[in-house]
């Protein structure tokens, strides 16, 4: 392995854990402000992209216009969705088991539109995945508390008081979830077209499929503005050696842009540095150490039935990606292998 694939590892797995960690903080004061996270992260991407990608317009794009909008609208409408879910009473550690589900929607996808067949294995391990989502969704259907700083303490916390809307509103985000792995299985199936035709041209995919989407966000200039105020209004911190002040949600906010952006430009980094094992690997991990980070750091509720779910939804990634054959053939190379070599 390379210094440069060794390299986007690291970044990819720091990177990751710490923008879920910024994530979480952000949630936690303004549960609402999925939207200004993804128009942030979007807006870094494109103009990181145009100065060091399209060296400010000056380089043609390798695929199409048409080909990069259909894409796009596959992408921002599974951005946009995965971070609005947060409003609707889903917690992080949910939200992150789900999205470690889009094997299935993979496999339901393969199957009607590529009309493709799989080995048992791969219906055992999507049997898995699904088992464990069912498992933590069911398990994490307990109303989220609330942050709430001019209230009486009295009044926060009574036991057995439960919004009667709460279960209503979690379905809709269950369901919003839902949609975006579909999305999210759609657009895997399209770039794998799309790839075939023009090539893999990882840094130019990740800027415009940030830059096109951005008009899009007037649809949601309200609540862009609405969160923008609210982390105007939030408290404000001292900048470590800048003795500046800075409101409390812009400051997690700019971290978890920047970690975003480190994390998934290390992924297109991978894609073409390492093989499909050690990329299988690392997403996977990463998924995994994100989530244990957030349950011990922010300490979010998670019982034995949880464990079990996660355990089921990893083990059964680990099966469909076939990791365990290709370790046995690194470690012990059947004798067709060493007649190659």
Same mark, same amino acid.
């Given at each position: 392995m390379n210094f440069k694939a060794a390299q986007a590892i690291v970044l990819t797995l720091v990177g990751c854990m710490l923008n879920n960690v910024f994530l979480e903080y952000i949630i936690k004061l303004d549960p609402g402000s999925g939207h200004l996270i993804t128009f942030c992260q979007f807006l870094f991407i494109a103009l990181h992209g145009f100065i060091f990608t399209s060296k400010f317009g000056t380089v043609k794009p390798k695929i199409t216009l048409r080909d990069y909008m259909t894409?796009?609208?596959?992408?921002?409408?599974?951005?946009?969705?995965?971070?609005?879910?947060?409003?609707?009473?889903?917690?992080?550690?949910?939200?992150?088991?789900?999205?470690?589900?889009?094997?299935? *929607?993979?496999?339901?996808?393969?199957?009607?539109?590529?009309?493709?067949?799989?080995?048992?294995?791969?219906?055992?391990?999507?049997?898995?995945?699904?088992?464990? /989502? /069912?498992?933590?969704?069911?398990?994490?259907?307990?109303?989220?508390?609330?942050?709430?700083?001019?209230?009486?303490?009295?009044?926060?916390?009574?036991?057995?008081?439960?919004? *009667?809307?709460?279960?209503? !509103? !979690?379905?809709?985000? /269950?369901?919003?979830?839902?949609?975006?792995?579909?999305?999210?299985?759609?657009?895997?199936?399209?770039?794998?077209?799309?790839?075939?035709?023009?090539?893999?041209?990882?840094?130019?995919?990740?800027?415009?499929?940030?830059?096109?989407?951005?008009?899009?966000?007037?649809?949601?200039?309200?609540?862009?503005?609405?969160?923008?105020?609210?982390a105007n209004n939030s408290e404000a911190f001292n900048i470590p050696f800048l003795n500046l002040e800075m409101p409390i949600i812009w400051g997690f906010l700019l971290l978890n842009v920047i970690t975003q952006f480190l994390c998934i430009s290390n992924v297109y980094v991978l894609t073409t540095e390492c093989t499909s094992l050690t990329v299988t690997l690392v997403i996977t991990l990463r998924k995994f150490f994100s989530l244990l980070f957030s349950i011990i750091y922010f300490q979010n509720p998670f019982t034995a039935a949880h464990w079990v779910g996660t355990i089921m939804v990893f083990s059964g990634t680990l099966m469909f990606s076939e990791t365990h054959h290709k370790l046995k053939e690194l470690i012990a190379p059947s004798p067709k292998t060493q007649k190659k070599e």
């Amino acid at each position: 392995m390379n210094f440069k694939a060794a390299q986007a590892i690291v970044l990819t797995l720091v990177g990751c854990m710490l923008n879920n960690v910024f994530l979480e903080y952000i949630i936690k004061l303004d549960p609402g402000s999925g939207h200004l996270i993804t128009f942030c992260q979007f807006l870094f991407i494109a103009l990181h992209g145009f100065i060091f990608t399209s060296k400010f317009g000056t380089v043609k794009p390798k695929i199409t216009l048409r080909d990069y909008m259909t894409l796009v609208v596959f992408f921002f409408t599974t951005s946009v969705v995965n971070n609005w879910a947060f409003a609707f009473n889903i917690p992080v550690p949910l939200h992150m088991i789900f999205r470690a589900g889009s094997l299935i *929607a993979n496999m339901i996808l393969g199957i009607v539109i590529l009309k493709r067949r799989y080995t048992l294995e791969k219906y055992v391990s999507v049997a898995l995945i699904t088992l464990g /989502i /069912i498992i933590c969704t069911l398990y994490s259907t307990k109303p989220k508390q609330t942050a709430c700083y001019d209230c009486d303490p009295d009044a926060i916390n009574v036991p057995g008081e439960v919004p *009667a809307d709460h279960f209503f !509103w !979690w379905v809709i985000g /269950i369901i919003l979830l839902t949609g975006a792995l579909l999305l999210s299985a759609g657009m895997g199936i399209f770039q794998e077209q799309l790839y075939k035709r023009h090539g893999k041209h990882p840094q130019e995919a990740l800027y415009y499929t940030h830059l096109y989407p951005i008009p899009g966000f007037l649809i949601y200039s309200s609540s862009l503005l609405e969160h923008a105020a609210i982390a105007n209004n939030s408290e404000a911190f001292n900048i470590p050696f800048l003795n500046l002040e800075m409101p409390i949600i812009w400051g997690f906010l700019l971290l978890n842009v920047i970690t975003q952006f480190l994390c998934i430009s290390n992924v297109y980094v991978l894609t073409t540095e390492c093989t499909s094992l050690t990329v299988t690997l690392v997403i996977t991990l990463r998924k995994f150490f994100s989530l244990l980070f957030s349950i011990i750091y922010f300490q979010n509720p998670f019982t034995a039935a949880h464990w079990v779910g996660t355990i089921m939804v990893f083990s059964g990634t680990l099966m469909f990606s076939e990791t365990h054959h290709k370790l046995k053939e690194l470690i012990a190379p059947s004798p067709k292998t060493q007649k190659k070599e």
